[in-house]
Every structure is written in structure tokens, then in C-alpha cells.
């Protein structure tokens, strides 16, 4: 008898489960929440990297969701169920002779992540660079020439402006 | 006996010792149909979410750690050294400025935060451009020249997000094997010293080039790169139809979608097909207040012909 209720308390439980409200968190910079499942369906707000919001229902590109008192679409593309990660600078992964073995999994942790940054060894990436197959210092060209993520955002925003007066 | 630990542990015993009982629960009618439900509950959220058509090592990448996301860019460094070993930089330092800005604006409305997106115009009159793991994407000089307007040089760079946000390169290596995923194999890879460990990240590196310079990629990788390409530039206000009508003038123009060796690349026409369908499906069009941003674009491209 005592199983028997074991098993319909579960049941009970499971029912009760895909009720339960599920978090989503905003990947992106910004994500739109429309009034329809459609990229040009009015925009009832605009909700920012990080926020999170309630899933209400889903379809193959766009998710349903609550938000604070507001129900609407966002796009799938950019929501997650976890929070959006950190920014991940390889420079800040200091390179180690520190073998691992096969078949081990290196998990994410500040103590071997630094085991899993090497690439291609110096002296491989400069044979190659030597031999023309490779150019890492024109690597390093792209990388100074990058732009700083408030400048680029800017830079659309500003083109919208633009746009909705042309 | 096998060793359990933790509650999967407490709860195997459990059922040993019930199946040892003469009085066994689970040849109760009953109490099976009950565990039946339990199980068939069980089941049904992930049925519902669609997550049994996902592979184990696709289940395994989404939650992919630093470690992985590392690897994921030292790999893609090799890659794009290698690009830029076979392709020079432009030297029109403005345009490399107006391309930066406009691929990382859309890069960071795209799904990968924790990425760095680069961006670069390489010096051939060619139309191409090419992703490298990580997010490295370069656009040839003949590709911006093709374009008619800002909304289509933003087609093209986000179309090369998705690839790098996807991850497409990574799964066309099929280097998993043993472990859970391509990503994790990687990993491992680059965080060995072992020769054989270092030659399997040489041929890793090769391989990419292949995908990119040769086989391409695969038929559905493409379309989906498509696909994102478009919702994304909707969801940034630009015009969502200008992937669709870049391709429509430049892809049969282009040798690498129609030649021999590129039987798994999608052709001008599927590509077409697919996008008009998208575009049905989600109700868009090109609208007066969509964005095109011609005059910016014109400005910043008109200069360096």
C-alpha cells in the first residue's frame, strides 16, 4: 500500500511538473518582444542581454513567454535556459606543458582550462607562418583592427535612427 | 553486484530488495500500469521539446564549458591564420573599420556572448567569405562590391555568424569518436602534448580548410546558416528579403555552388526555394522602414573601388 502511494504521489508530481513555469535568459544584446511570432509584428518592449523571462509556449523559430505583466514572442535565437556566459578572453589562459590524457574530459574550471588553450605549438605556428601557409601575424592585424562592442552598437543603432526617418 | 552510489544507489537497492520479497510489487497489474505512467511522464517533456531528435554529443555541447569555448577559439585562430596565409588583408583601413562595425553589431544580437567576434575584408575580387571556429569571419573585397546596400553586406556577415555560432565546422570534423562530442575531442586535442595529439590537431586544421576551400558545407548546415542569416537581419531592422536577393544575383554566378567537386553544397536554387518559403512562413518583406542603409553603405564601399 505503501508503494502503491509512492507511485501516485510521483505521478502526481510529474503531472504538476511541465506546469511549472520555465526560465529563459536573453543571449543577445537586446530581443525583441513582439505581439505575434513575427520578426514584423508590433514590438511590445525590448528586453535587454540577461533578463529573464517565462516560457508560456514554443513553436519551431519563435517562444512565447511572460514578462513581468507582459505576454509576447521572442525569437528562439536568443534565448537559452541558462544565463548568457561571461566573455571568454583566450589571453587571460596561460599556456602549460601539462599533458592529458587520453579519453580524460577536461572540464571547465580555472585549474585546467589553461591545459586546454594551446593550439597549434609556437614553433609548429611559426614553421607554417616561415613556409607561407600560415599568417598569424595578419591574425594579429585582425584582431587590433577589432571595434569596441559600445562603438558597434552605436554604429546600428544609429543606422535606425536613420532609417526610420528616410 | 555492481557498486551505486548516491540515490540511484539508495533506490536500485530498494528494487533488489523488492524483487527478492515473495510478495514482488511490480507483478502487481496494478502497480506496473502505475510505474508505466510514472515512465511515460517521465519522458514526455523531453518528447515535447523535440530534444530526442539531438545526438548525445549535440546534447553534450550545449552545455559546453570554458574549456571547450577555449579550444573552440585557439582552433579557430589556426584556422583563420591559415585563411589569411592563402588571402591577403585589404589594406582600405576605413572599409575594414565600416565591416568591423557593422559584423560585430549583428554578432552581439546573435546567441554565442561569451564569443569575440573579428571581422576582416580580405583583397580578392572574388565573391566569397569564410568563418573560422571561434569567430573569425572574413568577407572578400569582390563579395562587399556585390552587394547593393548595407542589408545585403549583412546578409552575407551574418550568414558566417551562424556558421561560427552554430558551431558547423567543429561538427563536419566528425573527430568525436570515444568522446561525448567533436567539441570535447577538440579539447583534448589541444590540451595534450603528445605527438599523435598534436598531429590529430594538425589534420583537425587541415580538414577545416577542406570544408571551406573545397567540399563546403553540408546541404543542411547551409540552409540553416541561411535561415538564421534572415531572422537575424529581421530581428536588427534590417530588410529581411536581402540574403535572398544577394544570392538570387550572385550565386549563379558563383563557381563554387555549381562546380563538380561541391555535389554536398546546396545549389543557387534550393538556397532560393528555401529562403522564399522562410520568408512566406514568417510573414516578411521588404518594408519602407526596413533598413537598407544605401547611403551609409555607398559611402563607405563606393570609396574603395
Given at each position: 500500500?505503501?508503494?502503491?502511494?509512492?507511485?501516485?504521489?510521483?505521478?502526481?508530481?510529474?503531472?504538476?511538473?511541465?506546469?511549472?513555469a520555465?526560465?529563459?535568459?536573453?543571449?543577445?544584446?537586446?530581443?525583441?518582444?513582439?505581439?505575434?511570432?513575427?520578426?514584423?509584428?508590433?514590438?511590445?518592449?525590448?528586453?535587454?542581454?540577461?533578463?529573464?523571462?517565462?516560457?508560456?509556449?514554443?513553436?519551431?523559430?519563435?517562444?512565447?513567454?511572460?514578462?513581468?505583466?507582459?505576454?509576447?514572442?521572442?525569437?528562439?535565437?536568443?534565448?537559452?535556459?541558462?544565463?548568457?556566459?561571461?566573455?571568454?578572453?583566450?589571453?587571460?589562459?596561460?599556456?602549460?606543458?601539462?599533458?592529458?590524457?587520453?579519453?580524460?574530459?577536461?572540464?571547465?574550471?580555472?585549474?585546467?582550462?589553461?591545459?586546454?588553450?594551446?593550439?597549434?605549438?609556437?614553433?609548429?605556428?611559426?614553421?607554417?607562418?616561415?613556409?607561407?601557409?600560415?599568417?598569424?601575424?595578419?591574425?594579429?592585424?585582425?584582431?587590433?583592427?577589432?571595434?569596441?562592442?559600445p562603438?558597434?552598437?552605436?554604429?546600428?543603432?544609429?543606422?535606425?535612427?536613420?532609417?526610420?526617418?528616410? | 553486484?555492481?557498486?551505486?552510489?548516491?540515490?540511484?544507489?539508495?533506490?536500485?537497492?530498494?528494487?533488489?530488495?523488492?524483487?527478492?520479497?515473495?510478495?514482488?510489487?511490480?507483478?502487481?497489474?496494478?502497480?506496473?500500469?502505475?510505474?508505466?505512467?510514472?515512465?511515460?511522464?517521465?519522458?514526455?517533456?523531453?518528447?515535447?521539446?523535440?530534444?530526442?531528435?539531438?545526438?548525445l554529443?549535440?546534447?553534450?555541447?550545449?552545455?559546453?564549458g570554458?574549456?571547450?569555448?577555449?579550444?573552440?577559439?585557439?582552433?579557430?585562430?589556426?584556422?583563420?591564420?591559415?585563411?589569411?596565409?592563402?588571402e591577403?588583408?585589404?589594406?582600405?583601413?576605413?572599409?575594414?573599420?565600416?565591416?568591423?562595425?557593422?559584423?560585430?553589431?549583428?554578432?552581439?544580437h546573435?546567441?554565442?556572448?561569451?564569443?569575440?567576434?573579428?571581422?576582416?575584408?580580405?583583397?580578392?575580387?572574388?565573391?566569397?567569405?569564410?568563418?573560422?571556429?571561434?569567430?573569425?569571419?572574413?568577407?572578400?573585397?569582390?563579395?562587399?562590391?556585390?552587394?547593393?546596400?548595407?542589408?545585403?553586406?549583412?546578409?552575407?556577415?551574418?550568414?558566417?555568424?551562424?556558421?561560427?555560432?552554430r558551431?558547423?565546422?567543429?561538427?563536419?570534423?566528425?573527430?568525436?569518436?570515444?568522446?561525448?562530442?567533436?567539441?570535447?575531442?577538440?579539447?583534448?586535442?589541444?590540451?595534450?602534448?603528445?605527438?599523435?595529439?598534436?598531429?590529430?590537431?594538425a589534420?583537425?586544421?587541415?580538414?577545416?580548410?577542406?570544408?571551406?576551400?573545397?567540399?563546403?558545407?553540408?546541404?543542411?548546415?547551409?540552409?540553416?546558416?541561411?535561415?538564421?542569416?534572415?531572422?537575424?537581419?529581421?530581428?536588427?531592422?534590417?530588410?529581411?528579403?536581402?540574403?535572398?536577393?544577394?544570392?538570387?544575383?550572385v550565386?549563379?554566378?558563383?563557381?563554387?555552388?555549381?562546380?563538380?567537386?561541391?555535389?554536398?553544397?546546396?545549389?543557387?536554387g534550393?538556397?532560393?526555394?528555401?529562403?522564399?518559403?522562410?520568408?512566406?512562413?514568417?510573414?516578411?518583406?521588404?518594408?519602407?522602414?526596413?533598413?537598407?542603409?544605401?547611403?551609409?553603405?555607398?559611402?563607405?564601399?563606393?570609396?574603395?573601388?
Amino acid at each position: 500500500m505503501t508503494t502503491k502511494k509512492l507511485l501516485l504521489a510521483t505521478c502526481l508530481l510529474l503531472l504538476c511538473g511541465p506546469a511549472a513555469a520555465q526560465t529563459l535568459y536573453v543571449q543577445s544584446l537586446k530581443a525583441k518582444l513582439h505581439a505575434e511570432p513575427s520578426s514584423q509584428s508590433p514590438q511590445i518592449a525590448i528586453l535587454d542581454k540577461g533578463e529573464a523571462v517565462e516560457l508560456v509556449e514554443k513553436n519551431e523559430r519563435w517562444i512565447k513567454v511572460t514578462h513581468g505583466q507582459q505576454t509576447g514572442w521572442i525569437s528562439s535565437l536568443v534565448l537559452a535556459g541558462q544565463p548568457p556566459a561571461k566573455k571568454i578572453s583566450v589571453m587571460d589562459a596561460p599556456v602549460e606543458e601539462d599533458a592529458a590524457k587520453p579519453g580524460a574530459r577536461l572540464r571547465a574550471s580555472s585549474n585546467n582550462t589553461a591545459a586546454a588553450t594551446r593550439g597549434l605549438r609556437d614553433d609548429t605556428r611559426a614553421r607554417m607562418s616561415e613556409e607561407g601557409q600560415a599568417d598569424y601575424h595578419a591574425l594579429e592585424t585582425v584582431k587590433s583592427q577589432a571595434v569596441s562592442e559600445p562603438d558597434a552598437a552605436e554604429f546600428l543603432s544609429r543606422g535606425a535612427k536613420q532609417g526610420q526617418t528616410q | 553486484m555492481k557498486a551505486h552510489v548516491g540515490w540511484v544507489g539508495r533506490v536500485v537497492g530498494w528494487v533488489e530488495e523488492r524483487k527478492r520479497n515473495a510478495k514482488s510489487w511490480v507483478y502487481q497489474p496494478s502497480l506496473r500500469f502505475l510505474l508505466a505512467v510514472v515512465v511515460l511522464l517521465a519522458a514526455a517533456p523531453a518528447l515535447a521539446a523535440g530534444d530526442t531528435r539531438l545526438r548525445l554529443h549535440q546534447l553534450v555541447e550545449n552545455q559546453t564549458g570554458e574549456a571547450d569555448v577555449v579550444a573552440e577559439v585557439r582552433f579557430g585562430e589556426d584556422v583563420a591564420a591559415r585563411i589569411l596565409g592563402r588571402e591577403k588583408l585589404s589594406a582600405d583601413t576605413n572599409l575594414q573599420r565600416y565591416v568591423s562595425l557593422l559584423g560585430t553589431a549583428l554578432a552581439l544580437h546573435a546567441d554565442r556572448p561569451e564569443l569575440s567576434f573579428y571581422f576582416a575584408v580580405l583583397d580578392d575580387a572574388a565573391v566569397n567569405a569564410y568563418s573560422a571556429p571561434g569567430g573569425f569571419v572574413f568577407i572578400t573585397l569582390g563579395a562587399v562590391r556585390a552587394a547593393q546596400d548595407e542589408a545585403e553586406l549583412a546578409a552575407v556577415l551574418t550568414h558566417e555568424i551562424a556558421h561560427v555560432s552554430r558551431r558547423h565546422i567543429v561538427h563536419e570534423l566528425n573527430i568525436h569518436g570515444a568522446e561525448q562530442s567533436d567539441l570535447s575531442a577538440l579539447t583534448r586535442f589541444l590540451g595534450a602534448s603528445a605527438d599523435t595529439a598534436r598531429v590529430a590537431l594538425a589534420q583537425a586544421v587541415d580538414k577545416a580548410l577542406d570544408v571551406l576551400f573545397d567540399t563546403g558545407y553540408n546541404v543542411q548546415q547551409e540552409l540553416e546558416a541561411d535561415r538564421v542569416a534572415t531572422l537575424l537581419l529581421a530581428e536588427t531592422g534590417y530588410d529581411p528579403t536581402a540574403l535572398q536577393r544577394f544570392l538570387a544575383r550572385v550565386e549563379p554566378a558563383d563557381h563554387r555552388a555549381d562546380s563538380a567537386g561541391m555535389k554536398t553544397h546546396p545549389g543557387a536554387g534550393q538556397r532560393d526555394a528555401a529562403l522564399r518559403q522562410l520568408l512566406a512562413e514568417e510573414k516578411l518583406s521588404a518594408l519602407p522602414n526596413n533598413s537598407t542603409q544605401q547611403t551609409r553603405f555607398e559611402a563607405h564601399v563606393k570609396t574603395s573601388r
